[in-house]
Nanobody, 122 residues
Framework: QVQLVESGGGLVQPGGSLRLSCAVS????????MGWFRQTPGKAREFVAA???????YYGESVKRRFTISRDSTENTVSLQMNMLKPEDTGIYYC????????????????WGQGTDVTVSS
């Protein structure tokens, strides 16, 4: 069973940066598609980014050119570097493992982390 533990959330001002990390156990980040989703109150969970075993990356439209997903096979972690943050980026960010992508869009997720809170506010 894949277990995911996020860290790195917090409060940041608009225009600032934040880096989230997800520690993975029960699988390796080089063998499954890993990614991030986020959720705000009253909205459906939104796809943010994913990285495949061959290092192909995929992003949601609202975060393209601002967020970067990466992985560290030595540490078995997946990270999300978030730059130029906006208030609308506020939400709970979830690490996801075992993502199935169809035409670059997620259709199924096998494992979820517990989430980490990101607040963008002045």
């Amino acid at each position: 069973q894949v277990q995911l533990v996020e860290s790195g959330g917090g409060l940041v001002q608009p225009g600032g940066s934040l880096r989230l990390s997800c520690a993975v156990s029960g699988s390796t980040v080089t063998s499954i598609i890993m990614g991030w989703f986020r959720q705000t109150p009253g909205k459906a969970r939104e796809f943010v980014a994913a990285i495949s075993p061959d290092r192909a990356t995929y992003y949601g439209e609202s975060v393209k050119r601002r967020f970067t997903i990466s992985r560290d096979s030595t540490e078995n972690t997946v990270s999300l570097q978030m730059n130029m943050l906006k208030p609308e980026d506020t939400g709970i960010y979830y690490c996801a493992g075992g993502i199935t992508l169809i035409l670059g869009r997620p259709s199924r997720v096998t494992s979820w982390g517990q989430g980490t809170d990101v607040t963008v506010s002045s």
